[in-house]
């Protein structure tokens, strides 16, 4: 289904029934997919929506982006679930899912942040602007053995990701190219994005990989620091990309953050 904010057009996906819906947001360069190991063990018992943002697999590119657009689209997609929502956003998706969080605290009632940077406001600069210089290719198999997760990671191999590559390309002008604009890439907002994480007020968890190549320990203890309440789960033997490389420790970590808003109702 479709959804419109700002007279742009969001790709949401629907499944599952339950009391609870959880709302999957993927991370930079990513698009919804990226969530199928996980959601089999969720749908059960939760109704699970995931989004296309902005950017991103096959919603509209956009003139500019960013945490506070992606928090925008993120609450209209609110507008789809019935009852309280759990929202789990993955590295740049926790961004947007944080200020959404704070922005709509009657409709989030759990956050789950994966592997998401918070530094310091004033700590990094804003990328440059990307240009929209995106590489192409001759046919579809030559774009698939491009692809690469980044950062890199050993696990899961690229033979496993041919789904996911897939729905990544499309055609133009009769080569093929990732769907992904690269400036929907480089918009930080440091101090709209702390400033909202310091707002939060439902239950949180935030889950880092052991082995992520970002400095994931460093936003652990910066939540923690932030929202004293906090739970921190690390994956020993999890890198930056835990949806592909631990979804059964992404959905069981869901699960728990559920229940956890199952029992404040």
Known sequence: MEIDVDGHRNVVAREGAGDITILLVHGAGAHRMWWDLVT?????????LTIDLGGHGDSDW???YGPSVHAREIERALGLATGPVVLVGHSMGGRGSTIAAAAAPDRVAGLALLDTMFPKPGTRGERPDARRRLSTYDDRDTARQRFRLMPPQP????????AIADYALRQRDGRWAWKFDPEALGRYQDSIVDAALHQVTCPVTYMFGGRS????RQAARRVS??????????VEDGYHHLPLDSPREVAETIISLSRRVRATR
């Open 155 to 162: 696990r899961p191999h690229p033979s496993e990701l041919t």
């Open 213 to 216: 190549a970002l400095p994931s």
């Open 62 to 64: 956009r003139p500019a």
């Open 225 to 234: 620091a932030v929202v004293p309440t906090a739970e921190i789960v690390c």
């Open 40 to 48: 089999p063990a969720l749908t059960p018992d939760h109704q699970v």
